[in-house]
């Protein structure tokens, strides 16, 4: 019993001592980088095979190289022997030895194409699934493995059944094939313009500041520019710039620019500038081109919240000379704009949120007539960021929300300089003879 209790101890321990060196392995595997299988090529011919034991920092200048075999032998070589060191992963020596070994058959080629793919060698599998389809054209396997798709009783890639619809791969879809080039196309000019951006920036700095001389180089260089791709650049200068004299300069540059490209930003020009110089020279410059495409931006401007834009954008429009936007300037010929102001308050009670703070409310027609009449309410400027405060101090405001109908004078001289005729700021009339006209019951000119 002794004896057959110490052997079962005996082999408890075993036991243990195995689990645990076989855990310590699996540890050790873990953590050890993924042993290479290395090639030496002599020079003299000849190749040896393993592992390098040479440091790689040092195989530069090492005057000798060497290496552990696949049978575990070291073996020492001159640096002057060698002729080339190729380091590779074991699964590649492996796929060389196969390779190699491989026949030049349907199933050799079938079989390490499969071997290839369990060991994620995507290259070296598409290459043997070729030499497949170069021994068996028809071979379905190797065709589906490739991707290939059957087309009118022919298999091809699926780039060619694209192409064939005039599709072709472009940044991993497939795209038409007219697009590509657009898109280079734009990408190439993204990258002019953002270049422009810099030199404009740098051109804009040297006119605001610096020696006469530097100041003049400056403007000389940005009266040069034709380039169409510094058309954002020069639109974002001349928004920005608070010197007229500046931006009647880049609304110039802008007007030499050969083409079409430049009249969305001189119609922006011509509307958001606050300086008629500025304006004017921008109608002028478009005038001098195809204006047709500033006419869809001119459109949108006449439904501002900003009678001031509408106005500006109804000169634009009235110098084009194009008759089919006559229906949309009859429907800004009179357009309703709210305004605020503050007053005193005649009445505490008026104001329902309390002492010192001021209400927002629809001032009744009547009302602002009233006040605008006894002079505590001046007229509100075009585009007021903030209420306007009348000079009452020491007595509690309000702020006043009102709308008022404007008739817009540059919306009519445009509908009488493209019409010939004149009804005045009578929306009813225009549209009545507007309606007459379309329908052919008037013709000529008034």
Avoid at 180 to 197: C, I, P, T, Y
Avoid at 264 to 291: F, H, M, N, S, Y
Wanted: charged residues 25%; aromatic residues 4%.
């Amino acid at each position: 019993m002794q004896i057959l209790a110490a052997q079962t101890l005996a082999d408890n321990m075993s036991m243990k001592i195995a689990v645990i060196v076989t855990s310590c392995l699996l540890y050790l595997a873990c953590r050890t980088p993924l042993l290479r299988a290395d090639c030496i090529t002599l020079k003299e011919g000849g190749e040896i095979r393993g592992t390098l034991i040479t440091e790689a920092k040092a195989l530069p200048r090492s005057p000798q190289i060497s290496m552990r075999t696949l049978s575990g032998a070291a073996v020492t070589v001159a640096r002057d022997e060698v002729e080339a060191i190729v380091r590779r992963r074991p699964v590649i020596e492996e796929y060389e030895s196969r390779r190699r070994s491989a026949g030049e058959t349907i199933a050799d080629q079938w079989e390490l194409a499969e071997w290839c793919r369990q060991k994620a060698l995507r290259k070296e599998r598409e290459a043997h699934l070729h030499r497949v389809i170069e021994l068996d054209g028809e071979h379905v396997g190797a065709h589906r493995a490739l991707a290939h798709v059957r087309h009118e009783g022919r298999w091809i890639t699926p780039d060619a059944l694209m192409a064939s619809r005039g599709f072709v791969r472009h940044r991993g879809k497939y795209v038409p094939a007219r697009d590509v080039d657009l898109d280079l196309a734009h990408e190439s000019a993204h990258e002019s313009e953002k270049n422009w951006s810099k030199r404009i920036k740098q051109l804009s700095s040297r006119l605001a500041a610096g020696p006469a001389q530097r100041r003049e180089q400056a403007q000389k260089e940005l009266y040069a520019i034709r380039d169409p791709d510094c058309l954002p650049a020069l639109a974002r200068a001349a928004a920005s710039d608070p010197d007229a004299q500046h931006r009647l300069m880049f609304v110039e540059i802008m007007a030499r620019i050969p083409g079409d490209k430049p009249l969305a930003a001189l119609a922006a020009q011509a509307i958001r500038d606050d300086a008629e110089p500025v304006r004017t020279l921008a109608i002028e410059a478009i005038g001098r081109k195809d204006a047709k495409s500033a006419i869809p931006l001119c459109l949108r401007a006449l439904k501002s919240s900003q009678n001031a834009i509408v106005n500006r954008s109804a000169a634009v429009l009235g110098s084009l000379g194009e008759e089919s936007v006559v229906p949309q300037l009859i429907e800004a010929l009179v357009t309703r704009h709210e305004y605020s102001v503050e007053v005193p308050n005649p009445d505490p009670l008026f104001c329902n949120a309390g002492l010192g703070d001021p209400a927002n409310v629809v001032m009744p027609p009547g009302l602002a007539l009233n006040l605008m009449s006894s002079g505590l309410m001046p007229l509100v400027a075009q585009n007021q960021p903030k209420p306007v405060r009348a000079q009452t101090p020491d007595k509690e405001m309000m702020t006043i929300t009102f709308q008022r109908d404007e008739e817009n004078p540059e919306v009519h001289s445009a509908l009488s300089r493209l019409t010939e005729y004149d009804f005045g700021f009578d929306q009813a009339a225009w549209k009545k003879w507007h309606n007459g006209r379309r329908a052919g019951r008037i013709r000529g000119t008034n």
